[in-house]
């Protein structure tokens, strides 16, 4: 029986001399670029910064992309007459009038997609200043009400041709007021 036992013994540690290093030695060749962290970080955590929720449809460079930037009732205090997107100089896109649109919107979750409800008429302008940041102005119809309703910008363009982080900002200005106010910002990631 100690024979038998010492034998187990001696191919165990056999055993493992061959399997860890094949397994260390394997790792990273296996493909791990499809995890999704769920995790953002942001540089400068400061109280002013609000994160606002968005959703795109596809992350990759030079791809076709659909993106939704919210705005949750959380988000609107109150009745909105104009919205600006305030677009990153890095993000280098081609953008149309026709491509861009502002919804009522349903957003997804596990089970079902994101998707536009009703369309809201709105004029939209985009404007570029001499330091070459551009912005994109919405102008609704109707003031956007501050009920329980979800709406989104939606931009249909074509992703970057370089990989990164960008921060897009919105302001937005309130019925009764000559300014914009600061609502909050989205960090898109392209890979």
């Known amino acids: 029986m100690l024979k038998i036992t010492k034998k187990l013994t001696l191919n165990l540690k056999i055993l493992r001399f061959?399997?860890?290093?094949?397994?260390?030695?394997?790792?990273?060749?296996?493909?791990?670029?499809?995890?999704?962290?769920?995790?953002?970080?942001?540089?400068?955590?400061?109280?002013?910064?609000?994160?606002?929720?968005?959703?795109?449809?596809?992350?990759?460079?030079?791809?076709?992309?659909?993106?939704?930037?919210?705005?949750?009732?959380?988000?609107?205090?109150?009745?909105l007459l104009k919205i600006n997107l305030a677009i990153p100089k890095t993000f280098k896109s081609t953008l149309k009038n026709e491509k861009i649109s502002f919804c009522k919107v349903k957003i997804g979750g596990f089970e079902n997609r994101t998707k536009c409800l009703e369309d809201i008429p709105a004029d939209i302008e985009i404007t570029t200043d001499e330091s070459g940041?551009?912005?994109v102005d919405i102008y609704p119809y109707s003031p956007i009400p501050s009920n329980k309703d979800n709406y989104a910008i939606v931009l249909k363009v074509f992703n970057p041709k370089k990989s990164g982080l960008y921060q897009f900002h919105s302001y937005g200005q309130s019925k009764g007021k000559s300014f914009s106010n600061y609502l909050g910002s989205w960090t898109i990631v392209i890979d």
Do not use: H
Request: no cysteine; proline share 5%; hydrophobic share 35%.
């Open 133 to 135: 940041l551009r912005s």
């Open 18 to 79: 061959f399997i860890i290093p094949t397994i260390l030695v394997l790792t990273p060749f296996y493909n791990i670029q499809d995890v999704k962290s769920g995790l953002e970080f942001q540089w400068d955590q400061d109280s002013a910064y609000r994160r606002l929720k968005w959703f795109q449809k596809e992350d990759k460079k030079k791809f076709r992309n659909t993106i939704y930037f919210f705005y949750r009732p959380a988000d609107r205090r109150s009745d």
